[in-house]
């Protein structure tokens, strides 16, 4: 692994031949650059230092996003004033198996079949794709355009604390483009809102029990993705999964659980879990025959969704059994009990479709993290929902489902949903250049996660906002990918939404 001291002078021969070349660039730029969610200020002082090279004016709030305006070009001082927002940070999720560092290592493309994508790690075109248009207006000097603010926040993955800590007064503009979804040919109207759900009990170790021997045993394999655009696919969650297989396992042999971890990410759906355990001495047998039961109906179960799921197992020492800050030790039996049948019995997946709107989902649930040891345990659910009514109640229910066994639960970093408005201006000029540029008409939408869009309007109440990108699969994932044609779409089509805004006079300030 080679640390990250500086952005690579020369462009990466996977970039050179991309086009648009201007966003390519800058989205090399990111990707040389460490950039995971609370760590961004590496990212934020090298584009900061580039705005004000090219004579921009760049600047810092108090909550750490960056703000960079543009003065109007030439003629186009009148025009309504435009904010083009995305976020600096990326999940960092990899392979179980792979050695990269998201703190000091660079991500390395591959181009394949028509896309850009990381292959054993995300790739951050989530949100990168998006930043990286922004910068390319900001450099451009030939794009006709009225005054531009581009606000580039950060946190945006764990928790969103660039948006909320966004000052009511730092932005000027009234007009806002997100360029943070993730489907080319569609504008996005609305968003769900969250709710945290953070799960902890304190457990006493119990003493690992003579005549056993140690296991450990992986469910690996799953897609896993994003916990709010993907959740509607019915991807298994690694973290059910395999306590699915530890509940049945131990009504067969029973056991004892030293340790359950699974999931990276709050925000993405789990795709590797692991556990270790011990069992009584002569029972590897018995177990092959269970876990290779349940590796074929799990298959059977996921298959066209999940086809790669497969479970593992190997002997481990008991020291390893351990694999807490509890050497040689255990759950205790009542905690082993309640921690596996809590988890069995938490929701997961989509919780209710939008009557409102077909084909939406209204309300869903990711159990995202877990992490048990015989000194204790926590856990993470993220619940989404288009109205919070919703998200309350599922996060409610979550936590009456603990409290049942004394189980302490936080509810936090609740965020509000982006309530569509089918009538705004904004959206009716974006849908009539993208039927002038490319002959047919867009279609709208509604996104089932969570983007800044709420949290700034809650902020800006009037702010007429839409969101479009290019097409990006996987993100969350390793293996994240962006359809490099739509990226060249999406900059034509921002460009001349740019352009057309350019040619609108600017609404007296008493009427915004």
């Known amino acids: 692994m080679t640390p990250v001291t500086a952005v690579a002078a020369e462009l990466p021969a996977v970039f050179r031949d991309l086009e648009p070349s201007a966003v390519w660039r800058h989205f090399a730029t990111l990707c040389q650059i460490p950039r995971a969610s609370k760590v961004e200020a590496a990212l934020r002082a090298h584009l900061y230092d580039w705005?004000?090279?090219?004579?921009?004016?760049?600047?810092?709030d108090a909550a750490g996003n960056l703000l960079i305006r543009k003065a109007a070009s030439r003629g186009h001082d009148e025009a309504p004033g435009v904010i083009l927002q995305a976020h600096l940070d990326m999940v960092c999720q990899k392979n179980g198996r792979s050695a990269h560092d998201f703190a000091r290592d660079a991500i390395h493309p591959v181009v394949r079949d028509g896309w850009l994508l990381a292959e054993e790690t995300t790739l951050g075109a989530d949100n990168g794709i998006g930043v990286a248009l922004i910068l390319a207006v900001l450099a451009d000097r030939q794009l006709p355009h009225g005054p531009i603010e581009a606000l580039l926040t950060i946190d945006e993955e764990a928790g969103m604390g660039g948006a909320r800590g966004l000052a009511p007064d730092l932005l000027q503009g009234r007009l806002l483009l997100n360029l943070d979804t993730e489907e080319?040919?569609?504008f996005y109207l609305g968003c769900a809102g969250g709710i945290d759900v953070d799960v902890s009990r304190p457990g006493t170790p119990?003493?690992?029990p003579e005549g056993t021997e140690g296991w450990r045993i992986r469910l690996e394999g799953l897609r896993g993705g994003h916990s709010g655009v993907d959740i509607h696919e019915q991807r298994g969650n690694a973290i059910k999964?395999?306590?699915r297989?530890?509940?049945a396992l131990d009504k067969a042999i029973p056991l004892r659980l030293a340790s359950l971890r699974g999931g990276s990410?709050?925000?993405?759906?789990?795709r590797e879990a692991h556990a270790t355990l011990a069992l009584p001495t002569g029972s590897e047998a018995r177990l092959q025959r269970h876990l290779s039961d349940w590796q074929s109906r799990l298959r059977r179960e996921l298959a066209g969704v999940d086809d790669g799921v497969r479970l593992e197992w190997e002997r481990c020492t008991l020291a390893a059994v351990a694999e807490s800050d509890a050497p040689g030790a255990v759950l205790a039996p009542a905690e082993q009990a309640v921690w596996l049948a809590s988890l069995h019995a938490a929701p997961y997946g989509v919780?209710?479709?939008s009557r409102q709107l077909p084909g939406v989902v209204e309300t869903s649930n990711n159990l995202g993290q877990v992490e048990l040891t015989p000194a204790g345990g926590r856990a993470n659910f993220m619940v989404r929902s288009l109205h919070e009514a919703g998200s309350q109640a599922l996060a409610d229910e979550i936590a009456s489902l603990f409290a049942l066994t004394g189980t302490p639960v936080t509810q936090s970093g609740a965020y509000p949903g982006w309530t569509p408005n089918p009538h705004s201006p904004l959206l009716a000029q974006c849908q009539r250049v993208y039927a002038q540029e490319f002959g047919q008409e867009a279609r709208v939408q509604v996104i089932h996660a969570g983007l800044e869009c709420g949290i700034i309007g809650a902020a800006y109440p009037g702010l007429d906002m839409v969101s479009f990108g290019p097409t990006i699969r996987g993100a969350h994932a390793p293996g994240e990918r962006v359809d490099i044609a739509s990226v060249a779409l999406t900059w034509r089509l921002l460009t001349q939404i740019l352009a057309a805004l350019a040619e609108r006079p600017a609404q007296p300030a008493a009427s915004r």
């Open 51 to 60: 705005a004000r090279a090219a004579g921009l004016t760049p600047s810092i």
């Open 184 to 186: 080319w040919g569609e």
């Open 206 to 208: 119990s003493a690992l």
């Open 241 to 243: 999964l395999l306590t």
């Open 245 to 247: 297989v530890l509940c």
């Open 265 to 270: 990410a709050r925000n993405a759906l789990p």
């Open 351 to 353: 919780r209710h479709m």
